[in-house]
């Protein structure tokens, strides 16, 4: 198969499945071994489902708002699930660097990862640039439901469960920044608050 021809699916299918399936393409012998791949993909494939199970619940929900118009409370129900962010933020630098050694150590392995951030499917973009996208998610999250608040009336069925939702994002994205400047010291990759 032509690494410039995978199927556009999602991007948190890149890391968790077309990269490793172009790893297993491109060679006869494994380019890196699947305890190294699970290793270099941390908590990733947890989160890929934790977000389909999220998108499939947030789904639902639109669909039927009119009889039941509210959020919040899917994210208060899922928080336990969050803490795989946190562990990701947590191990991010050691994933990676981890990653580049394993580049260096092999030749045939980083020209495959080159090609593969060639490809269309990686938009020309680094495999790095993919793998922030988690680091990402909770501000994302904690702004999502900030401006939902903004638009609730205090009175409302979802407002409670909105703040609620609120401090279980932020809580995960203090103890993943906190994590960070302690232990994993991405300052040019987090913005310090």
Known sequence: RDLHSFPTRRSSDLLTVDFPQA????????????????????????LRQFNEMLLSDLEERIR????????ADIFVTK???????????????????????????????????????????????GLRHYMLKPVQRMPQYSL???????????ECEDYEDTLKAIKIVRGVADHANEAIRLKVGLSNYWPQS
Request: with cysteine; hydrophobic share 30%; glycine share 4%.
């Open 23 to 46: 790893l297993k393409e491109a060679s006869i012998h494994p380019l890196i071994s699947d305890n190294d791949m699970k290793f270099i993909l941390g908590p990733l494939p947890q």
């Open 64 to 71: 039927g708002w009119r009889s039941n118009p509210k959020v």
């Open 79 to 125: 928080g336990p699930f969050l803490k795989h962010y946190s562990e990701y933020m947590r191990d991010f630098k050691a994933l990676g660097e981890y990653f580049e050694e394993q580049r260096k150590k092999y030749p045939k392995l980083d020209k495959t990862v080159m090609d593969f951030e060639c490809s269309d499917r990686c938009q020309k973009l």
């Open 144 to 154: 999502l439901l900030e401006q939902y608040l903004q638009k609730l009336d205090p």
